[in-house]
């Protein structure tokens, strides 16, 4: 007869393994902990120090889990999480649970990392998906911050962030303001204010050093190229402006701004002004960028990008077709050799009948069929 061995019967280490194999965390903690176990118990508490909620619980089964987890677990772990990691979505529910749980503090907090709730749309770009349906009025500012997410964590010592707020005929305060929100918080920190011409306006705040890889609606205002190089860890960049165009100058400040640059997506359709025969002789290499969408431009970032600068790493482009062909159309040696290395393709609009001339640019690209074809 062959024996059955349970959970319990296993080694401390063993055991140890097995919980790092189960995902979400969250899963883990109800499994163990008021099981009646005491061992189980003590070896879950063990690993309480950091804590991970940033699953999808918004499906069914892990709606009901959630709520387990905030009634029988929270309670007894209160004092161990050093380290939490939540999404945007979850700070209602941190919130609520400290007020009624544990006088409005996390004890022993050192640590928080809000991730933000994010969807990818077909050529890639970040949107940044608000909080329980609530359309804000002003501006993410230090006294924010400090009212809504600071004050229930009087342990915490390190709070990196990079936020981005949004709105829709946003007033016009000087980022002054702005900065003055922050006077009682000692860590550095910096902010950017945009007004764009449709009717939106934005404002960027980030903790010093900035330490994220991802940049998302940068304009010519916004502080890339300083002394510090403070951004040189930015792998993906999404530039956009509808108040002046990016120029040449800009982009050979860029390659020295953001050397590890792999994706870069441009949003502008403004003529570039600054397009005198010296300065267009300037080749620009972009030695680790992969990949390039230039849906919503105007044409002159295509012919710098394809048909002047150096794309070396280049393997995957999306593009608008009609400014694709009649960038390739010049037949320039530059534009060949960017292209011929390209891997995937996509194009604003069914390429069929042009097939045969893409394929001589794009030898081995494989061509991704628009939804309309």
Not at 74 to 98: A, C, E, G, W
Request: with cysteine.
């Amino acid at each position: 007869m062959k024996g059955v061995i349970e959970l319990v019967d296993l080694p401390d280490e063993l055991i140890l393994t097995i919980m790092k194999k189960v995902n979400p965390q969250v899963l883990f903690l109800c499994s163990m902990i008021n099981i009646g176990n005491y061992r189980l118990e003590q070896l879950a508490f063990d690993r309480c120090h950091s804590i991970e909620l940033t699953f999808d619980y918004f499906r069914a089964s892990h709606k009901l889990l959630m709520k387990r987890f905030y009634s029988n677990i929270m309670p007894r772990i209160i004092h161990d999480i050093k380290s939490l990691t939540i999404n945007l979505y979850q700070i209602s529910s941190i919130q609520t649970f400290v007020e009624n749980n544990c006088n409005r503090t996390l004890p022993n907090l050192t640590h928080l990392k809000i991730m933000l709730g994010a969807k990818r749309s077909q050529i890639g770009t970040l949107y940044t998906i608000g909080t329980d349906g609530v359309t804000p009025n002003h501006f993410i500012d230090g006294s924010i911050l400090e009212r809504d997410i600071l004050s229930y964590m009087p342990r915490l010592r390190q709070f990196n962030y990079h936020i981005r707020s949004i709105l829709k005929h946003a007033s016009h305060i000087k980022i002054d303001k702005i900065r003055q929100s922050f006077l009682k918080e000692q860590q550095p920190f910096d902010c950017v204010l945009d007004h764009f011409k449709n009717n939106y306006g934005q404002c960027q705040i980030y903790s010093l050093p900035f330490i994220g890889t991802r940049l998302d609606f940068i304009s010519n205002r916004f502080p890339l190229f300083d002394i510090n190089n403070t951004f040189s860890n930015v792998t993906i960049l999404l530039l956009f402006d509808d108040v002046k165009p990016f120029e040449n100058i800009f982009f050979e400040r860029l390659t020295r701004a953001l050397p590890r640059l792999r994706t870069l997506e441009i949003i502008n359709q403004l003529e570039q002004q600054e397009k005198s025969l010296s300065v267009m002789k300037t080749n620009i290499d972009f030695p680790h960028l992969a990949v390039l969408i230039l849906y919503d431009i105007h044409i002159d970032y295509a012919e710098q990008f394809i048909c002047q600068n150096h794309l070396p790493s280049l393997i995957e482009l999306t593009i608008n077709k009609d400014i694709l062909l009649a960038t390739i159309s010049q037949n320039q040696q530059q534009a060949r050799d960017n292209c011929s290395r390209v891997a995937t393709l996509r194009t604003s609009k069914p390429s069929y009948e042009s097939i045969d001339t893409i394929r001589n640019f794009f030898p081995l690209a494989y061509y991704v069929k628009h939804e309309n074809e």
